[in-house]
């Protein structure tokens, strides 16, 4: 089967570092990756990992260990508007676009 | 370059009724994914078309359907409506299959079933 976690909610300080977890079991990997939605809006995509090891953008960095089945983002800096939703998504077939996205995790950022 | 866009952004139906809901991609992307938002469910794959083809389908009945036609837009089918339809529908375009790093979501069709 496929099955992705991430923690449900987090709670950081504004200009603080945060590190939201994911570990994912599919059959079949071909990516990676991170969405960022806010509430009431559609996901806005953020990373992407198809290698091992880290991605940095910005204030935005994404992890990747395959053999672990686990990554990870990580947002630096943080601001009030990064208060949203954060998706990990793995595309686990060869051919298409299946994606299996994980429950998603809720951060809240504090003043 | 214009966003997706989804038609209608509102849509309140009663059991048992049908429903098509619309989806413009990208100018020339060709991939047109659908998925279903709830929050007891997250987000899950409905189907996805390529070149008016449905090329993968998610676990869901045979109630929902959809189609793609030669402009690459593309239109879902959700038949005998059930109030646990009642959920953000999203469509999302791409430029290829396995080769995009990138899908850009629409802003979603809100449905309420009653």
């Known amino acids: 089967g496929q099955n992705i976690d991430q923690p449900t909610e987090m709670t950081a300080t504004e200009g603080a570092i945060v590190q939201i977890n994911c570990t994912y079991q599919?059959?079949?990997?071909?990516?990676l990756f991170w969405y960022q939605q806010h509430a009431g809006e559609a996901p806005t995509f953020l990373s992407y990992n198809v290698l091992d090891g880290l991605e940095e953008k910005g204030r935005f960095s994404s992890f990747l260990s395959r053999s672990k089945g686990y990554s990870y983002l990580l947002l630096k800096e943080l601001q009030m508007k990064d208060s949203a939703s954060y998706l990990c998504a793995v595309r686990g077939d060869n051919y298409g676009q299946n994606f299996v996205f994980g429950p998603g995790t809720r951060l809240s950022v504090l003043p | 370059k214009a966003g997706v866009t989804q038609t209608p952004r509102y849509l309140i139906k009663t059991r048992g009724q049908q429903v098509t809901l619309s989806c413009s991609p990208i100018?020339?992307?060709?991939?047109v994914s659908w998925y279903q938002q709830t929050p007891g469910q997250g987000l899950q794959f409905l189907f996805e078309?390529?070149?008016?083809?449905?090329?993968n389908k998610g676990n869901f009945p045979g109630r929902f359907s959809g189609r793609q036609f030669s402009n690459s837009r593309s239109e879902m089918n959700v038949s005998t409506l059930e109030l646990g339809d009642s959920a953000l529908y999203l469509c999302?375009?791409?430029?290829?299959?396995?080769?995009?790093?990138?899908?850009?979501f629409g802003p979603g069709t809100r449905l309420t079933v009653t």
């Open positions: 999302a375009s791409s430029l290829t299959g396995t080769e995009a790093k990138e899908q850009y």
């Open positions: 100018s020339g992307h060709r991939s």
């Open positions: 599919t059959s079949g990997f071909n990516g």
């Open positions: 078309y390529f070149s008016e083809t449905q090329r």
